[in-house]
């Protein structure tokens, strides 16, 4: 019988990560992914690192810290796979509308605006320069498969996780749909589908998004974003625009209608796009939790860790919580205080 030292449910972004740093650690890591590595929120997702006015206060830190480690944690995956994971420093224009505003930034005149982003149209609210990155998750995940593979980290598809085994109220594996492993350190990256897996009750929520891709559209250089609608540009010319938050459970079906209101809100910042076509649209399951903050720790099985619940933030948190978790599982403490986050807040 094969055993590890550590085992990870869950492929996306927040599992890959994880278990490269774990087996930075020179931990043993196999991954268990109930369908295709990185095809779920990590595979939806637009890739704004937006670390600042949107982020809930109990997590700025936790948020400021993943935007920092970016650069060298994108080159590292980058080398390690041969993989570019698109990430851009050209920053955010941010169209707040109504909203209250907190960054440390003036207003941009008129101007300005046509001057950095021609194709943006006039605005009649204020808009800000924010000095925030975009990724492509879809390059990122495919980045992290390759460097896993490249780390020789075991990875196991179509595999459905469905309780925790135990021995005297440790962890001692993962029962399966078709078998079962064994390792003393379990981690749920399961996204969504945290909740799903017995016996430790985890709230956490699908949350239903709407996005789409357009292509022969105007060259944008910045993330734009306002309270409607946002378009993360690509390098290779694509736009991304969403999203929506939808209540729906886990139904993943495209509602053409709900496309077609995101790109009409896009051709009102950007009316250039009118001229573009609709390259791809796509609807993914977000990890919400009842506080819209992540889960990560220890939970009342020894040995049993969460790392799930990253909401909208997932892309961003990915670094940090692959670092933060690796220390917890590791040496048995972080240096940052996580306990705000800890899957035991809720019993």
Same mark, same amino acid.
């Given at each position: 019988?094969?055993?590890?030292?550590?085992?990870?449910?869950?492929?996306?972004?927040?599992?890959?990560?994880?278990?490269?740093?774990?087996?930075?650690?020179?931990?043993?890591?196999?991954?268990?992914?109930?369908?295709?590595?990185?095809?779920?929120?990590?595979?939806?997702? #637009?890739?704004?690192?937006? !670390?600042?006015?949107? =982020?809930? /206060?109990? *997590? $700025?830190?936790?948020? %400021?810290?993943?935007?920092?480690?970016?650069?060298?944690? #994108?080159?590292?995956?980058? !080398?390690?796979?041969? =993989?570019? /994971?698109? *990430? $851009?420093?050209?920053? %955010?224009?941010?169209?707040?509308?109504?909203?209250?505003?907190?960054?440390?930034?003036?207003?941009?005149?008129?101007?300005?605006?046509?001057?950095?982003?021609?194709?943006?149209?006039?605005?009649?609210?204020?808009?800000?320069?924010?000095?925030?990155?975009?990724?492509?998750?879809?390059?990122?995940?495919?980045?992290?498969?390759?460097?896993?593979?490249?780390?020789?980290?075991?990875?196991?598809?179509?595999?459905?996780?469905?309780?925790?085994?135990?021995?005297?109220?440790?962890?001692?594996?993962?029962?399966?749909?078709?078998?079962?492993?064994?390792?003393?350190?379990?981690?749920?990256?399961?996204?969504?589908?945290?909740?799903?897996?017995?016996?430790?009750?985890?709230?956490?929520?699908?949350?239903?998004?709407?996005?789409?891709?357009?292509?022969?559209?105007?060259?944008?250089?910045?993330?734009?974003?306002?309270?409607?609608?946002?378009?993360?540009?690509?390098?290779?010319?694509?736009?991304?625009?969403?999203?929506?938050?939808?209540?729906?459970?886990?139904?993943?079906?495209?509602?053409?209608?709900?496309?077609?209101?995101?790109?009409?809100?896009?051709?009102?910042?950007?009316?250039?796009?009118?001229?573009?076509?609709?390259?791809?649209?796509?609807?993914?399951?977000?990890?919400?939790?009842?506080?819209?903050?992540?889960?990560?720790?220890?939970?009342?099985?020894?040995?049993?860790?969460?790392?799930?619940?990253?909401?909208?933030?997932?892309?961003?948190?990915?670094?940090?919580?692959?670092?933060?978790?690796?220390?917890?599982?590791?040496?048995?403490?972080?240096?940052?205080?996580?306990?705000?986050?800890?899957?035991?807040?809720?019993?």
């Amino acid at each position: 019988m094969k055993n590890w030292d550590a085992i990870i449910i869950g492929s996306g972004i927040i599992g890959l990560s994880l278990a490269r740093e774990l087996h930075k650690s020179s931990l043993k890591v196999l991954v268990l992914e109930r369908g295709q590595p990185g095809r779920e929120a990590s595979h939806a997702a #637009a890739g704004m690192l937006a !670390d600042g006015a949107e =982020i809930p /206060p109990a *997590l $700025r830190e936790l948020a %400021t810290l993943s935007a920092r480690l970016y650069p060298e944690f #994108a080159f590292e995956v980058h !080398d390690e796979s041969g =993989i570019n /994971p698109d *990430l $851009r420093d050209f920053g %955010t224009i941010w169209i707040p509308g109504e909203q209250p505003l907190d960054v440390p930034s003036a207003a941009l005149t008129q101007s300005q605006l046509a001057e950095i982003e021609p194709a943006l149209s006039m605005q009649r609210h204020a808009a800000y320069l924010l000095k925030e990155r975009s990724v492509d998750p879809r390059a990122l995940t495919e980045a992290l498969w390759k460097a896993a593979k490249h780390r020789e980290i075991d990875i196991s598809t179509g595999v459905e996780a469905r309780t925790i085994l135990t021995e005297n109220g440790a962890a001692t594996g993962v029962q399966a749909n078709k078998t079962e492993y064994h390792a003393k350190v379990i981690v749920n990256c399961a996204g969504a589908w945290a909740g799903e897996i017995l016996p430790c009750p985890i709230p956490v929520r699908p949350v239903k998004g709407h996005m789409l891709s357009v292509i022969d559209g105007p060259k944008l250089k910045h993330v734009i974003r306002s309270s409607e609608v946002y378009l993360v540009p690509r390098s290779d010319g694509r736009i991304v625009i969403g999203s929506t938050l939808e209540e729906v459970g886990f139904d993943k079906r495209v509602d053409a209608e709900i496309i077609q209101r995101l790109y009409r809100s896009a051709i009102e910042l950007v009316p250039e796009l009118k001229k573009a076509r609709i390259h791809e649209s796509w609807a993914g399951l977000r990890p919400g939790t009842p506080d819209d903050l992540p889960i990560l720790g220890k939970t009342e099985i020894n040995g049993y860790f969460v790392a799930s619940g990253h909401f909208r933030d997932g892309i961003l948190l990915a670094p940090v919580t692959a670092q933060i978790m690796s220390q917890l599982i590791t040496d048995g403490k972080t240096d940052l205080d996580i306990a705000a986050f800890s899957p035991q807040r809720y019993s």
